[in-house]
């Protein structure tokens, strides 16, 4: 569905509101394309509620805090999963609208102060944030009725992590009553559908990725629905079994 906000066109991508099926969840995640190379920016809000965080705000934070206010959002929490240039392009602007804490994975310090290496500077548009918190591999934030819990993902850059969500609230299945919805996960650049983050920039290494891969997220829930930086969306069971570079 194509969206006009704030005179920038949003393509939303996702969508879980509403929808009585396996994939619903009581975790709402709205997604947008965002930006010269269609980053996935993400809402993400507990069903009927008005707090809610926004995952990697690639651009045009003033159209992004026009789209919550729309939605009837109040964004409490600004996630990153990493500090490329097309992840925080938005975020500046965003915290002076809304006052949202900006968080990002302890590892990724390097980053977000250097230009160059965040690649910003090589598109004339240089970047830097000012998170106000940094997390440890395993930390929990409770934020807007969810637990967010930060799982660090060493590969795409340095300090790329994922963010996780293991309750999402039930859902109705017809005779079968309610049963737990599925996980969530915020992936990033680490892992896309049947596919990887490119690991050339700097601070990247592809084993390091693999291991992160391999040992961060293919232990996580079968079923648990991950949502990429770029692309599809896709299932953790999908990529143990079909994708090749991992």
């Known amino acids: 569905m194509q969206e006009?906000?704030?005179d920038v066109i949003f393509f939303c991508i996702f969508d879980s509101e509403g929808k009585d099926n396996a994939m619903a969840a009581k975790v709402v995640v709205k997604g947008y394309v965002v930006g010269m190379v269609q980053t996935n920016v993400y809402f993400l809000y507990r069903e009927g509620a008005k707090e809610a965080v926004l995952v990697d705000p690639a651009d045009y934070g003033k159209a992004l805090a026009d789209?919550?206010?729309?939605?009837?959002l109040e964004i409490k929490g600004i996630f990153l999963t990493h500090a490329h240039f097309d992840h925080i392009g938005g975020v500046e602007e965003l915290t002076k609208l809304t006052g949202a804490r900006v968080y990002i994975s302890d590892g990724e310090k390097e980053l977000i102060h250097d230009t160059d290496a965040n690649l910003s500077s090589q598109y004339h548009n240089p970047k830097t944030v000012q998170p106000?918190?940094?997390l440890r591999d395993g930390?929990?934030?409770?934020?807007?009725?969810?637990?967010i819990?930060?799982?660090?993902?060493p590969g795409h850059t340095e300090g790329s992590c994922c963010?996780?969500?293991?309750?999402?609230?039930e859902e109705e299945k017809g005779n079968a009553g309610k049963k737990p919805c599925?996980?969530?996960l915020l992936s990033g650049d680490t892992l896309f559908e049947e596919s990887v983050g490119r690991t050339d920039f700097p601070t990247g290494s592809m084993s390091a990725l693999v291991r992160s891969v391999r040992e961060k997220l293919f232990i996580l829930p079968d079923e648990t629905l991950v949502y990429p930086g770029h692309g599809?969306?896709?299932q953790i069971g999908h990529e143990k079994q079909y994708n090749a570079m991992v």
């Open 4 to 6: 006009r906000v704030a």
């Open 67 to 72: 789209e919550a206010e729309k939605l009837g």
């Open 132 to 134: 106000d918190v940094f």
């Open 139 to 147: 930390e929990t934030v409770e934020i807007a009725g969810m637990t």
């Open 149 to 153: 819990r930060c799982i660090q993902t």
């Open 163 to 169: 963010y996780y969500i293991e309750e999402t609230g």
């Open 182 to 184: 599925p996980p969530i």
């Open 232 to 234: 599809g969306m896709t």
